[in-house]
């Protein structure tokens, strides 16, 4: 009879008794080497010869981290400097550049007047009155071409020509003579445009034509001042229109002084 070898079985319930203390003991275990480890950190001795890396690093992490954030600070504070002192620059010179504009816009003013005084000055000599009445330039500019602008819109109004005079004050006040000659003779020579024999000829000037009443009008004063003079005259009228000049010059005057 073959003799066998009996086996028994262990009862679960020991085995998960034994599997439990096992784990126990472990983790038991576990908690005392951090510990150790812990309390060898905190008196700065180090583990197992590994000294203090992580403890170290975070420091110099959070020193470097405040380092770069006072670098910051100061870096922000040179451009804000910096670009306040850049502001500083541009409104420097900006209102250097206005003074310079202001200074040369009243040089050009100045200069106008003394044309317009001279060309008056002129004309007086040789004829000792001004027919139609005097024309102020010392008002400056922009008062002379918003009082003659508003004279010469009421006076043109319903016609060919209205609402250029602004263009009209503008162009007298540029060549220095009456604002009123113009936009007269315009009434002389066509009824204020509308019998023109030319395109864009209201002053019978010439074999000339303009593509618009702008062109036209500056191109007119600026021949008035060149030349005749600074206002109607007889002896102007005579030259404009030879064939009809007392008929020419009372008719132009009269207009001039509805204007």
């Known amino acids: 009879m073959v003799s066998r070898t009996q086996h028994r079985s262990t009862p679960l319930a020991v085995r998960l008794f034994a599997l439990a203390a096992g784990v126990a003991i472990v983790t038991v275990g576990l908690s005392t080497f951090i510990g150790f480890a812990g309390a060898a950190n905190s008196e700065g ?17 959070a020193s470097s981290n405040a380092t770069m954030a006072v670098a910051s600070e100061a870096s922000q504070g040179v451009i804000v400097r910096d670009m306040s002192a850049g502001y500083e620059e541009i409104a420097a010179e900006e209102e250097a550049q206005r003074i310079a504009d202001a200074e ?13 005084n001279a ?3 002129k004309y007086l000599e040789t004829f000792g009155s001004l027919p139609a009445g005097d024309v102020d330039f010392s008002v400056g500019r922009d008062a002379f071409i918003e009082e003659w602008t508003a004279r ?5 109004e319903g016609t060919q020509l209205a609402g250029y005079g602004e263009t009209f004050a503008t162009a007298a006040w540029e060549n220095g003579i009456d604002p009123r000659w113009s936009p007269a003779i315009s009434n002389t020579e066509s009824t204020n445009g509308a019998n023109c024999f030319l395109p864009h000829n209201a002053w019978g000037w010439g074999d000339s034509s303009w593509s618009n009443w702008t062109d036209a009008i500056n191109a007119h004063v600026r021949g008035l001042a060149n030349g005749y003079g600074f206002t109607v005259s007889h002896s102007f009228a005579a030259k404009y229109c030879p064939p009809f000049t007392d008929h020419w010059y009372s008719n132009t005057l009269a207009q001039m002084k509805l204007i």
Do not use: P
Request: glycine content about 8%; charged content about 30%; hydrophobic content about 45%.
């Open 45 to 61: 001795d180090g583990f197992f010869g590994i000294e203090e890396t992580s403890g170290s690093f975070e420091l110099q992490e």
């Open 104 to 116: 040369a816009a009243a040089a050009a003013e100045q200069k106008a007047i003394e044309r317009a």
């Open 119 to 121: 060309a008056r000055a």
């Open 152 to 156: 010469i819109d009421a006076y043109l």
